[in-house]
């Protein structure tokens, strides 16, 4: 059977790394996160929410500074989805005013294995670290628009009057 001998055996062949295997760690961009020695600001998203996390690399293993989900935002009163556009804003709000509060002022965002897609939830998270005060190295054509960020597409889709909860819930974030 002709190509079949381009199959990955013989002596010289490396096995990678497990989590490589199973599509969880890009580790030549880790390595360079890494070299960095700022503290990693790490978003991950998932069909019910945006999680950020401060992440330190020691030699013993990461360590986990913070960690902030957007279901912390109904205690804030936010009623809508938390798997949302403005939610990941509000939610890397709020993770920006605690790591603040932890007296961290700089972080190197890491989106993991998530597509850069202009516009999306990661970089919205990202722009409410950003706004809160936390310096992180950016380029600001890469965000969503801000009619977005405050939920006006959702406001003309579904007529919920989400762009006033927004509004309220930043206030009281950044209050």
């Known amino acids: 059977m002709p190509g079949v001998n381009n199959l990955a055996t013989g002596p010289r062949y490396r096995v990678p790394f497990r989590r490589r ?7 030549h961009v880790r390595y360079k996160l890494i070299l960095s020695k700022k503290p990693r600001v790490v978003v991950r998203k998932s069909n019910a929410s945006t999680t950020l996390q401060l992440v330190v690399a020691e030699q013993t ?8 989900n957007s279901r912390e935002l109904k205690d ?20 920006g005013k605690k790591m603040l509060a932890l007296g961290m002022n700089e972080g190197i965002a890491d989106i993991g294995l998530h597509s850069s897609t202009k516009g999306n939830r990661v970089y919205a998270a990202i722009k409410g670290v950003i706004d809160a005060g936390v310096d992180v ?3 600001s054509e890469i965000f969503p628009d801000q009619s977005r960020i405050s939920g006006q597409h959702i406001k003309d889709y579904t007529g919920a009057d989400i762009v006033a909860q927004f509004e309220q819930v930043r206030e009281k974030i950044l209050g």
Not at 21 to 27: F, L, P, S, W
Not at 61 to 68: E, P, R
Not at 77 to 95: H, V
Request: positive net charge.
């Open 76 to 95: 804030f009163g936010f009623t809508f989805s938390k798997s949302n556009l403005p939610a990941a804003y509000l939610t890397g709000l709020l993770f």
């Open 61 to 68: 293993g990461d360590k986990t500074l913070l960690t902030v």
């Open 137 to 139: 190295p950016h380029g």
């Open 21 to 27: 295997r199973e599509g969880k760690t890009n580790y």
